[in-house]
Every structure is written in structure tokens, then in C-alpha cells.
């Protein structure tokens, strides 16, 4: 009935005027072309932006400031591991954010702007923000904060001058020394420390890189509950240190993979002339100029590669001060 009623519309227009079809024709013709180009113009700019410039960002998952280096898997942005991740290790809740960070297109663009569209509304405008403290809390992370140095160099000062700057401010904060010197694996490494026992080099390296895995999770849970933990000396030491004995460096490497990647790395230089001076330098099974020299050096190559910062002790003391 309605498409009788349509073609007897039809016919009774074309009998007023027998050209209108031709006209209305030519007309959305015209306006295809004029449409066109800005069209193609808008797609091809679009294109261009996305695989120039947004997707080096991961355009709705990450923003510039993230850091590949620096930030590991529980940065404050929505991360869900680096780009070769594979299907099977991501969860399924994650599964629509693995798979935006493949999508080329524009319409991956669109897709992306509107989760952070309504991300955005659902966050500022729900009945959440009414008591704003507990959605903070339960939105903010921890830190991962590493000092790294030779022995002696005032490593330990600044982890106490750092968390103490922190705690002031209200920041949860959690200190956390390597080798622990805690439990069998620390006790154990504090008599090869003090040269009370000998091991291989190999077995050593393991054994340092064992205690830090005994507490890895320990530090995980710390920074997904918004809690700051501040470390004296982390995994690259370990490298450091087993390299100066004549390891192979990529070896010493293997042991620490996964561990959790700190936000910042403050490297403590100092001299290794200059640790002479300090109270009870020599005491333990380290505390040599030219072994701390290698040391330094092997630091020095970690630092070209991961670090995000490299300073003297005394400029961050005054700094923190």
C-alpha cells in the first residue's frame, strides 16, 4: 500500500514537471563531488596523524608521557603489556583494549576518542565523585623509586631523606634493602658478604637474584594499593657487581627478567677514590678501589641503556634537603 502510494507520488511530480528526476539527479551528483574531496582530505589527514603521531603514543591507552623504559606494567595509565603481547597472556577483560592497540584504522581512532569520551563522563559525572577520597584511593598507585650506587657512595641516606620527604607530604611509603640479609637465602649472603663462606660466582649472581624474587610480589601488591616503595639497590646491582667478577654481562641479565620495573632510577655516582674515605669501606667482600671501579663502569652501561636519571650525592641531598 505504501510503496502504491510512493510511485503514484512519483508519477504525478514527473507529470508537473518531466525533468525534476534528471534535476534532483545532477544535484546529488553535485553534491557528491563537492563532498568528495574534503571527505578524502579528512580520511587521508586522519590516516596520516594516526600512524605519524597518535600511535607512537597508543593513542586512548597511553599518553605521552609514558616511557617504555621507565614505566613497567603497572603504570598509572591504562597499560596492558607492550605491543607483541601475546592473545594468551592477556585476560579477558582486557581482551577489547589488546586488540584497539591493532587497529590501524580510523575508525580506531573514533573508537579510541569515544571509550576516553565516556570514560571521562562516567568518572566526573557518576554519584562516585560525590565522595572523591575512596575513588582516588582506589584509582592511584604506588611508585617504584631505586637508588643505585657503589658501596659507601650514600645510597642509604638518600633512601632515608627520600621517604622521610614522602611521609611528610601524606605519602604511604615502604623502604626495602638488597641483599635483605633476612630469611635463608639473606642470611646466607650475608656470611658470603662478610667472607665468612665462599661460593661460586655463578651460584652468587642466583642466590642475590633468588632474594629479590622472594620479595617480588611483596612489592607488586605495595604499588597496586598506592603505596611508594623506595628500594637501596635493586636488580642492577646484581648485574653490576656479578659482571665486575668476569660474568658475561646478557647471563647476568637473564636471572632478573620480570621482575617489576622500576619508575625511576637514581644513581648515586661518586668516585671510586673518594670511597676510601668513608667509615668501615673494606670491611666486606667488595670493598676494593678497582673492583668498584669495574663496578662503576658496568653501571655506567645500565645507565646509557635503562636509566632515566644520573646524579651526584651531594647535589640530590641538598635537592631533597
Not at 534532483?24 to 586522519?46: C, E, F, G, H, W
Not at 597472556?89 to 576518542?113: C, E, H, N, Q, Y
Amino acid at each position: 500500500m505504501i510503496n502504491s502510494i510512493i510511485e503514484w507520488q512519483n508519477r504525478y511530480i514527473q507529470r508537473l514537471d518531466p525533468t525534476i528526476v534528471k534535476r534532483v539527479d545532477r544535484y546529488i551528483d553535485a553534491v557528491k563531488i563537492l563532498t568528495l574531496i574534503p571527505q578524502r582530505m579528512v580520511l587521508n589527514a586522519s590516516e596520516k596523524i594516526w600512524k605519524n603521531y597518535l600511535r607512537k603514543a597508543d593513542f586512548g591507552l597511553l599518553p605521552k608521557e609514558y616511557n617504555k623504559k621507565i614505566h613497567g606494567p603497572y603504570c598509572p595509565w591504562r597499560y596492558y603489556g607492550k605491543k607483541d603481547t601475546n592473545i594468551f597472556d592477556v585476560k579477558l577483560a582486557d581482551f577489547s583494549a589488546w586488540m584497539s592497540r591493532r587497529d590501524t584504522s580510523p575508525r580506531g581512532i573514533m573508537a579510541a576518542m569515544s571509550r576516553g569520551y565516556y570514560s571521562w563522563i562516567y568518572h566526573w559525572f557518576s554519584p562516585r565523585v560525590a565522595n572523591a577520597a575512596p575513588f582516588l584511593m582506589e584509582n592511584c598507585r604506588g611508585a617504584l623509586i631505586v637508588f643505585e650506587g657503589l658501596d659507601r657512595s650514600g645510597k642509604t641516606t638518600q633512601v632515608r631523606l627520600l621517604s622521610n620527604f614522602l611521609q611528610c607530604h601524606a605519602f604511604p611509603v615502604v623502604t626495602m634493602r638488597f641483599p635483605t640479609r633476612a630469611g635463608v637465602i639473606g642470611e646466607m649472603l650475608d656470611q658470603y658478604l662478610n667472607k665468612k663462606v665462599e661460593m661460586e660466582n655463578h651460584v652468587a649472581h642466583l642466590l642475590f637474584s633468588a632474594d629479590r624474587w622472594a620479595v617480588h610480589s611483596e612489592i607488586e601488591n605495595n604499588i597496586k594499593c598506592g603505596t611508594t616503595v623506595i628500594v637501596d639497590r635493586y636488580l642492577f646491582s646484581g648485574i653490576a657487581f656479578s659482571a665486575a667478577k668476569g660474568l658475561d654481562f646478557d647471563w647476568c641479565m637473564n636471572a632478573d627478567r620480570g621482575l617489576p620495573q622500576p619508575d625511576v632510577v637514581f644513581f648515586v655516582d661518586v668516585k671510586p677514590e673518594t670511597l676510601k674515605t668513608r667509615g668501615e669501606f673494606g670491611v666486606e667482600r667488595f670493598d676494593d678501589e678497582e673492583f668498584q671501579r669495574s663496578v662503576r663502569h658496568n653501571y655506567q652501561r645500565l645507565t646509557d641503556k635503562y636509566w632515566q636519571v644520573c646524579i651526584y650525592e651531594l647535589v640530590f641531598r641538598e635537592f631533597i634537603q
